[in-house]
């Protein structure tokens, strides 16, 4: 069980002053009555309207007097912040106590899933071992104190975001992120996205129990939803060091962050926020997010006026302008013979979440990238200032909304606060799904 939790219609910023004050009291007590070196673990800046960065913040407050203490934001394969994110994202932290996490060259292994397990757990989905690879700072260097912090809501890839996550793909290496990923594509993005225990976080939850049982870990789980006000605001705060603190969370994001539709919908337009979602990679999140409610032969517009690339590094940019979102049969076609798909699996497994598999378009509107870089990757392109003209966010209200022009679509503001479902698709799983 949690040590403690709240729920509420709002959780306010000074009772979230509170908790915060009331976790680290919590920690002393049950961890280390005296730390000398803490560890927080936090989301990256694509979380940022969450206020898990605040949270990092206080936690920080809360510790920095008598204790060193250094920040790692679980970025997985993300672009590492700039320090003016980082200030944006946890205020007076010192940057230099904030550390970028290395993908590729900045972990240690750990152990490793068998395939036998990965097999029997994904129902064959999947049959390869899955290797346990997370950040050295962590693994190696002594901590007496490590807090994960983080925001539970829908996931394409766990099913919910947040907590052992933070350490096997936001910390981990490249040869876990890329196996997992893989993984949970071939399990179907759509059976993932709203199922609290996922094959994939099955074997997460086994790797933490027999690989990470001596860290000295706690999670602060946070879930956020709509208010009357239509104002996205803290519902829930859930401490503690078991999974029950994770499955409590995912409870109530999946009783406030899922909207379910009794019919499938034709046109759905959405915003990913310019100073979070810089490239597709992370503003698919629309696609995830919203493809179980899509209408086959349906439109979804993505509103994307800070999209400037398609991958967070380079060459997985490249990889992606390479195949473009061109489905799963065509993907896995070329994955069997591939070598660049197979040592960038995570980024073959993204292909295969990001597309609507021809059901639906998927129209982007952005800023910087041109029509025929949207094209070329398989999407449909609109312009930024026609498309905002046509459907300006700020006259919208998230649901349903008809037009002057007699149009009727349904809006959604933050993409990647839910997720959007029929009741079929949502409830109509497969074996070893435990929704």
């Avoid at 230099?96 to 490793?112: F, K, L, M, N, Y």
């Avoid at 994307?304 to 896995?332: H, S």
């Amino acid at each position: 069980m949690p040590w403690f939790s709240e729920k509420s219609e709002r959780i306010t910023a000074q009772r979230v002053e509170e908790l915060m004050a009331q976790t680290a009291a919590e920690a002393r007590s049950r961890i280390c009555a005296e730390p000398k070196r803490v560890l927080l673990l936090p989301p990256d800046i694509t979380r940022a309207h969450s206020g898990v960065g605040r949270m990092t913040e206080l936690l920080y407050n809360q510790f920095c007097d008598e204790a060193d203490v250094h920040v790692i934001p679980t970025l997985g394969q993300h672009v590492p912040h700039t320090p003016e994110e980082n200030r944006r994202m946890f205020g007076a932290i010192p940057n230099e106590r904030i550390h970028a996490h290395d993908w590729r060259d900045g972990s240690v292994p750990v152990g490793e899933l068998s395939a036998e397990y990965v097999t029997e757990v994904t129902g064959g989905a999947a049959d390869w071992a899955i290797p346990v690879v997370i950040n050295r700072m962590v693994m190696e260097e002594q901590w007496d104190l490590i807090i994960n912090v983080g925001h539970v809501v829908p996931h394409e890839v766990l099913g919910f975001a947040n907590h052992n996550k933070n350490y096997f793909i936001g910390l981990g290496g490249k040869d876990a992120i890329c196996a997992s990923h893989m993984a949970a594509a071939c399990c179907g993005i759509e059976n993932n996205l709203g199922t609290l225990i996922t094959p994939l976080r099955a074997c997460q939850n086994k790797a933490e129990e027999q690989y990470l049982g001596h860290l000295p870990d706690l999670y602060v789980q946070v879930v956020m939803a709509r208010n009357a006000d239509d104002e996205l605001v803290h519902t829930g705060v859930f401490v503690g060091d078991d999974l029950d603190t994770y499955l409590d969370a995912a409870r109530l994001s999946r009783e406030q962050n899922i909207t379910i539709l009794d019919e499938p919908l034709d046109k759905i337009v959405c915003v990913m926020q310019a100073d979070e979602f810089v490239s597709t990679w992370v503003a698919n999140k629309a696609v995830y997010r919203t493809r179980m409610a899509m209408a086959d032969g349906g439109e979804l517009i993505i509103i994307a006026p800070g999209l400037k690339r398609f991958g967070e590094q380079e060459e997985v940019d490249q990889f992606i302008r390479k195949y473009g979102y061109c489905g799963t049969p065509k993907v896995m076609e070329q994955y069997r013979t591939n070598a660049d798909m197979q040592d960038l699996a995570h980024a073959t497994a993204h292909l295969i979440h990001g597309s609507s598999e021809g059901r639906f378009t998927i129209t982007y509107a952005p800023k910087d990238l041109t029509r025929e870089e949207i094209e070329g990757v398989c999407f449909q392109y609109a312009d930024l200032d026609e498309t905002l003209a046509k459907y300006p966010p700020d006259q919208l209200k998230e649901g349903f909304n008809t037009l002057e022009s007699g149009e009727r679509i349904f809006f959604i503001p933050t993409p990647s606060a839910g997720l959007w479902a029929t009741r079929e698709k949502l409830y109509e799983r497969p074996a070893g799904f435990d929704g």
